[in-house]
């Protein structure tokens, strides 16, 4: 037989019933080509109908997946690969995604269970390339085919970081909420009893001075030495409740002109009396002629409080703060805190004003400071960045609008 490829042969009337001619009727070759015109119109029609739906599937924002009747990818969105490069790709299975280092689904898996007629809602989370944790919301329903049947699957996923980030602080402003009002109750309970302490030390210290024949029995010789230290304690706690009364007032949000330094030295008031910063040595350059800025007192003083608390906590053992408050230009004021402590890494430095985004230790914080910090100052119009190096610590510089004289 000749190597040439043996054509199968074919006569015409079979040719006719494949295609569905009649030659009887125009002609054969004139109904092919009419058939051939027919079917490239309607392949034609058929990849511009392929293409419309496929701009309309990637206009939509959430990320969407259509699973065949084994729970393998058939299509997906631009969005996907956003959430997930590799999960879901074509051809991979649903496992990948929910269930990853499980041979096959389990019966809660949202694919398997729209794959059964339910109608699903769920939430997961991602860890992005840029190592931020995605919460995303899911929803898994059946498709159904011309028939009836439910033979696919469609997986909607929307991402709902921001939502569930402002819930989260949300719950955290209740709960801080709720310190501030205990604090302010125990504040007051403390407040009464040191004022009469204070006042009836103060009563004893005029009897001697009225009574000169006290001071003549060497028994009370040193009291009004102990007095006076009573006196002067007491009206220290008392200052020290009094700012934490202020501190934790409730703001209205209301704004006036506010003198920087006023509020900074009520907050080292309230810092320099705790027995951890006893070996950090807090240093102050603090320009006197300062112009005042139009802001929340409350406000701005959460943010140096956030900030020396960061400083704080940076710093192991001894250390320096050091606090400087200067105007840049008639029109902006600018406060530095610059810390001897151990510094951010250049791959947390980013991520630092992240909401729950902290580098510290379990009960150490919960990251919110300076994400609510970053929030304050660019309410009041101003901004803050930070220098760092790791080991030689780090440098926080805030600036805000002044009053116009």
């Known amino acids: 037989m000749s190597k040439v490829a043996v054509r199968t042969k074919m006569d015409e009337s079979s040719l006719e019933r494949l295609l569905g001619l009649d030659s009887s009727k125009i002609g054969f070759y004139a109904e092919v080509k009419q058939k051939i015109h027919e079917l490239e119109a309607a392949n034609l ?52 995604l929910f269930h990853s280092g499980q041979e096959s689904a389990p019966a809660d898996c949202p694919v ?27 929803t898994a329903t059946p498709i159904e085919d011309s028939k009836g049947e439910q033979n696919r699957a469609l997986l909607f996923l929307r991402d709902v970081t921001g939502k569930r980030q402002q819930e989260m602080q949300l719950v955290q402003a209740e709960k801080l909420s709720s310190i501030g009002v205990l604090a302010a109750g125990v504040a007051h309970e403390i407040n009464n009893p040191l004022s009469s302490v204070a006042g009836y030390a103060e009563a004893l210290l ?25 006196v002067r304690e007491s009206y220290r706690c008392k200052g020290i409740i009094d700012g934490l ?25 309230l810092v320099r009396y ?16 300062l112009p005042d800025v139009i802001a929340d007192p409350n406000g701005l003083r959460q943010v140096f409080m956030n900030l020396l608390i960061n400083a704080h906590q940076a710093i192991s053992g ?17 406060f530095q805190i610059r810390d001897s402590g ?48 790791v080991g ?14």
């Open 318 to 334: 001894a250390g320096v703060v050091e606090i400087t408050t200067k105007t840049v230009r008639p029109s902006l004021v600018m």
């Open 45 to 96: 029609g058929l990849r511009s109908k392929s293409s419309e739906l496929q701009a309309m599937f990637d206009s939509i924002s959430d990320g969407v997946i259509v699973y065949d009747t084994s729970g393998l990818v058939q299509h997906r969105n631009h969005i996907c690969p956003h959430y997930f490069p590799q999960e879901t790709l074509p051809g991979c299975s649903c496992s990948e």
């Open 112 to 138: 398997e269970r729209a794959l059964a007629g339910e109608r699903v809602e769920t939430s997961i989370t991602s860890l992005h390339s840029d190592g931020k944790v995605r919460y995303l919301d899911v």
């Open 274 to 289: 705790k027995s951890s910063y006893e070996k950090i040595e807090i240093q102050t350059c603090l320009q006197s002629d």
């Open 342 to 389: 151990c510094g951010i890494s250049k791959e947390a430095i980013d991520q630092i004003w992240d909401p729950f985004f902290t580098t510290k230790d379990v009960g150490q914080g919960l990251g919110l400071g300076l994400a609510v910090t970053y929030n304050i100052v660019k309410r009041l119009g101003g901004d803050i960045h930070v220098e760092s190096q």
């Open 206 to 230: 005029r009897r001697f001075n009225e009574e000169r024949g006290l001071l003549d029995d060497p028994r009370l010789e040193a009291f009004p030495k102990y007095l006076q230290v009573i």
């Open 392 to 405: 030689k610590g780090s440098k926080f510089t805030v600036r805000i609008p002044a009053c116009q004289k």
């Open 245 to 269: 009364l202020s501190f934790s007032r409730k703001s209205d949000g209301s704004v006036g002109n506010v003198n920087i330094n006023d509020v900074l030295n009520e907050v080292l008031e």
